[in-house]
């Protein structure tokens, strides 16, 4: 074992003796493709012994569709063809999942929340991939399920820049995922910098540059144990929370 190892090791263990009686929290964990959340979901779920939630990767019928695999057509084909029913899909599978993470007796880490849903809408709509018509519905139902929301006790932010998130990518090797255009990662990262700025104000915010997850690790743990250990946290974030309607 290595001296870094070693040393997260021991952080980890430390982390869960600190954690092991705070009250349990509902974090939506938020990043670009690749940027390593399921890798932190498992270490603070390992650490806190709170649930793990990831998102609906592999029960997404629409993956192979939108990447252009399952019909053997090029990318940027397959993802305007299959945008707006594959969002439509993901959405509502998120307001389950958000629904069963506010509700759990347990502490919950959610790999990309509902509210990072909307960040590939927005971007889809930016670039033309969803159309006006097409993002009005999906706005219409995103407003619909908004008003049943409650906000994450936290939102932690990864990013890391895109020739890192290739890497990434590369090396989990999901076929349908090779090729992602750089752009669209771009696009991607800045849309979650948006949201960043949309939740600051309404619940406790966290950013991390996750080109070196093991520099940040300890980053990430404190800031749950910080949030956690709130003297001033309230239960009110449990309620549903309505926010300002979103701009066009």
Not at 49 to 57: H, L, Q, R, S
Not at 68 to 81: H, I, L, P, W
Not at 161 to 186: H, W
Request: charged share 30%.
């Amino acid at each position: 074992m290595t001296e870094d190892e070693l040393s997260r090791r021991r952080t980890e263990e430390g982390g869960a003796r600190r954690m092991a009686n705070m009250r349990p929290l509902f974090v939506a964990i938020e990043g670009p493709i690749g940027v390593g959340k399921s890798t932190l979901v498992r270490t603070l779920a390992d650490i806190t012994g709170w649930d793990a939630m990831f998102e609906p990767v592999e029960a997404n019928p629409y993956l192979d569709h939108f990447y252009g695999r399952a019909e053997g057509v090029a990318m940027e084909e397959g993802m305007r063809r299959w945008t707006f029913p594959m969002q439509i899909h993901l959405l509502h599978a998120r307001y389950i999942l958000h629904q069963r993470a506010r509700v759990s007796p347990n502490g919950t880490l959610q790999d990309r929340s509902i509210y990072g849903d909307t960040v590939f809408a927005r971007d889809h709509h930016r670039t033309g991939l969803m159309s006006d018509l097409e993002w009005g519905t999906y706005r219409l139902a995103w407003e619909a399920m908004r008003q049943h929301l409650v906000l994450p006790d936290m939102f932690i932010f990864l990013d890391a820049p895109v020739e890192v998130l290739q890497g990434r990518i590369a090396e989990r090797g999901r076929m349908a995922e090779s090729g992602i255009p750089d752009a669209y990662l771009e696009g991607l990262r800045d849309g979650y910098a948006e949201l960043e700025q949309e939740m600051r104000g309404h619940t406790p915010c966290y950013r991390f540059d996750w080109t070196d997850p093991d520099a940040s690790v300890r980053r990430a743990i404190r800031a749950v144990e910080v949030v956690a250990q709130d003297d001033g946290f309230t239960w009110a974030r449990r309620r549903p929370t309505l926010l300002p309607p979103e701009r066009g």
